[in-house]
C-alpha cells in the first residue's frame, strides 16, 4: 500500500448505524406529523445532526425557531443513544477487525474521520478504538462533509498530508469532502458507484488489494 494513512468514516464503513439513525429520526418526525421515509433518510448520510433535521424539515409546512430545532436534534439524539447503548463488539465484522489488523501490521496509521457526535460512545460500545491512532469526529470541527474539515484534521493528528492519506467512504458527500481536502478516495457500499471516488471496493477486505 503507497497509503502512509488511512482515514475511515465510521457510520456505514467502520459499523452499521443507518438503521438506528432512521428510527430515531422517524420517532421525531412521526411525533411532529412530518412524512419522512427510507429514502430521505439515505440523504443524511455523512450529513451532521443539525443539516439532516433541515433535511427533514423540507416535509413540514411549520416554521420553527433555532430554539425549537435545537431541542428536536436534541430529542432525536437521546432516542439514538439509547439505541447505540445496545450495540456491542459482535456489531463489527470480523472482516473489518481482521483488515484492520493487517493494515496496522504494515505499519499503514489508521485514523477514524466521522461526522458524529456519537463517534466516542460507539467507538467505546464496539471496543474499536485500540485500532485507530488518531479519531477526529464531530466533537472537532465547525464544518460538515463536504467540507473537507474533518478528513483533514484527522490527517494532521496522524501527522500526515493529505496526499499521503486515502479516505474510505459511503457517501457522496465523504467522497467529495475527501476530494476537497487533495485526499485520495475509496468508495464503499452507496459510493462504490461514486464516479469521483478513485477506488470502487466491493467489499472492506478490497482496501488490502490497493496498491
Ligand atoms: C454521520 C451519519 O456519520 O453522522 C449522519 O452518516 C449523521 O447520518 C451524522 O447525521 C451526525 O451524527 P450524530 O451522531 O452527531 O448525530
Ligand atoms: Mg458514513
Not at 163 to 178: F, H, T
Request: charged residues 30%; contains cysteine.
Amino acid at each position: 500500500m503507497k497509503f502512509k494513512g488511512v482515514i475511515f468514516d465510521l457510520d456505514g464503513v467502520i459499523c452499521f448505524t443507518d438503521k438506528y439513525h432512521y428510527k430515531a429520526w422517524k420517532t421525531l418526525a412521526d411525533r411532529l406529523g412530518i412524512y419522512f421515509d427510507e429514502q430521505i433518510n439515505d440523504r443524511l448520510r455523512g450529513v451532521s445532526r443539525m443539516a439532516s433535521l433541515e433535511i427533514i424539515l423540507e416535509k413540514s409546512e411549520k416554521h420553527y425557531s433555532e430554539e425549537e430545532k435545537l431541542r428536536f436534534a436534541e430529542e432525536k439524539n437521546l432516542i439514538y443513544r439509547q439505541l447505540l447503548a445496545e450495540m456491542s463488539p459482535a456489531d463489527i465484522s470480523n472482516e473489518v477487525r481482521e483488515t484492520l489488523t493487517r493494515l496496522r501490521g504494515m505499519g499503514v496509521k489508521l485514523a477514524i474521520g466521522s461526522s458524529s457526535k456519537n463517534t466516542p460512545l460507539i467507538l467505546n460500545k464496539t471496543q474499536t478504538a485500540e485500532y485507530f491512532d488518531a479519531v477526529s469526529d464531530g466533537n472537532n470541527i465547525t464544518r460538515s462533509k463536504p467540507d473537507p474539515e474533518v478528513f483533514l484534521k484527522a490527517a494532521e493528528f496522524l501527522g500526515l498530508t493529505s496526499a499521503e492519506c486515502l479516505v474510505i467512504e459511503d457517501a457522496y458527500s465523504g467522497i467529495d469532502a475527501g476530494v476537497a481536502g487533495g485526499f485520495s478516495t475509496a468508495g464503499i457500499g452507496p459510493a462504490s458507484k461514486y464516479e469521483k471516488a478513485n477506488y470502487h471496493l466491493k467489499s472492506f477486505a478490497d482496501i488490502l488489494s490497493i496498491e
